[in-house]
């Protein structure tokens, strides 16, 4: 059960493009299509962006996106807005009942 | 509309006990499983239990086996942990989730904040 690999952190400026991965094993993020992307303001609650590696919440704006080769998946954060300022955490599906979180990732907007 | 809402939190002593509480409303408890996520701080979240949603699965990060029990009462529309044996490390803010499936945790409450301290 060890937490799956995102970078500490990453920019952009307004407008511009942001990508998030989260690195696992074939146990968890390669093994099933299970992965969930969350967005968390310090303080909050976090909140669903993504679910299935690529399925979007009704609400949830179209520049979220996500998608996965391997064992690694992936966050798109399009056209940036301040707003997009928090704390991202990826969340795979392990078997055995079991989910593991990424190890999280702060974007900073430029 | 949609809403869990965590209590339970507070100060407590290495080796104490603890009973979190997490009340549902606004949707059917009962067809959801439900599940237990955890911030220590300055860290990220960490996935600490789930259950099914008529009680009968339960599992637990290896971190927290033997010593957490989750549990549900589908009757008060409330999800449980109780916590013993706890140690500095179990010092976090603890988050309920609804899963809607495949572990798509939607919403989450405000959390309740655990501190572990002598």
Redesign the interface.
């Known amino acids: 059960q060890s937490a799956l690999t995102q970078p500490p952190s990453a920019s952009g400026s307004p407008g511009q493009s942001v990508t998030i991965s989260c690195t696992g094993t074939s146990s968890d993020v390669g093994g099933y299509n299970y992965v969930s992307w969350y967005q968390h303001h310090p303080g909050e609650a976090p909140k669903v962006l993504i679910y299935e590696v690529s399925k979007r919440p009704s609400g949830v704006p179209d520049r979220f996106s996500g998608s996965k080769s391997g064992n690694t998946a992936s966050l798109t954060v399009s056209g940036l807005q301040a707003e997009d300022e928090a704390d991202y955490y990826c969340n795979s599906y392990a078997g055995g009942r079991n989910f593991v979180f990424g190890t999280g990732t702060k974007v900073t907007v430029l | 509309e949609v809403q869990l809402v965590e209590s339970g939190g507070g100060l407590v002593q290495p080796g104490g006990s603890l009973r979190l509480s997490c009340a549902a409303s606004g949707f059917p408890f009962s067809r959801y499983w439900m599940?237990w996520?955890r911030q220590a701080p300055g860290k990220?979240?960490?996935?600490v239990a789930?259950i099914k949603d008529d009680g009968r699965?339960k599992?637990y990060?290896?971190s927290v086996k033997g010593r957490f029990t989750i549990s549900r009462d589908s009757a008060k529309n409330s999800l449980y942990l109780q916590m013993n044996s706890l140690r500095a490390e179990d010092t976090a803010v603890y988050?309920c989730?609804r899963d809607?499936?495949?572990?798509?945790?939607?919403?989450?409450?405000?959390?309740t904040l655990v501190t572990v301290s002598s």
């Open positions: 599940t996520v990220g979240l960490e996935w789930n699965e599992s990060v290896d988050y989730a809607c499936g495949h572990g798509r945790l939607d919403p989450w409450g405000q959390g």
